[in-house]
């Protein structure tokens, strides 16, 4: 089992930054892609970005490519969202995920996630 926890969120204006941190309870953490998805009020969960296991290979949705960025520290077990220029319709809450593949991520399956951490973009 591994438990998720994200901190970081907060409430930005437009064109702001935030940093979401997700730190995992497991010493095997390393061997996990890891990802961020957020849900809007009344929307469906949607893929945001994902990591590889080593860091090697990052991936994101269109609506935020150019603008957010994964991490991650696998000595500190924590993956990290940098997010810039922020957006009104960033607002949501984002959770991590961790899966044996960035493959799964992508999709939106993964074998654990986090609880989640509000973002509020005001305008």
């Known amino acids: 089992q591994v438990q998720l926890v994200e901190s970081g969120g907060g409430l930005v204006q437009a064109g702001g930054s935030l940093r979401l941190s997700c730190i995992a309870s497991?010493?095997?953490?390393?061997?996990?892609?890891m990802g961020w998805f957020r849900q809007a009020p009344g929307k469906e969960r949607e893929f945001v970005a994902a990591i590889a296991w080593n860091g090697d290979n990052q991936y994101y949705a269109d609506s935020v490519k150019g603008r957010f960025t994964i991490s991650r520290d696998n000595a500190k077990n924590t993956v990290y969202l940098q997010m810039n220029y922020l957006k009104p319709e960033d607002t949501a809450v984002y959770c991590c995920a961790a899966d044996s593949g960035t493959g799964s991520l992508r999709i939106g399956i993964a074998d654990y996630w986090g609880q989640g951490t509000q973002v509020t973009v005001s305008s």
């Open positions: 497991r010493h095997s953490f390393s061997s996990y892609a």
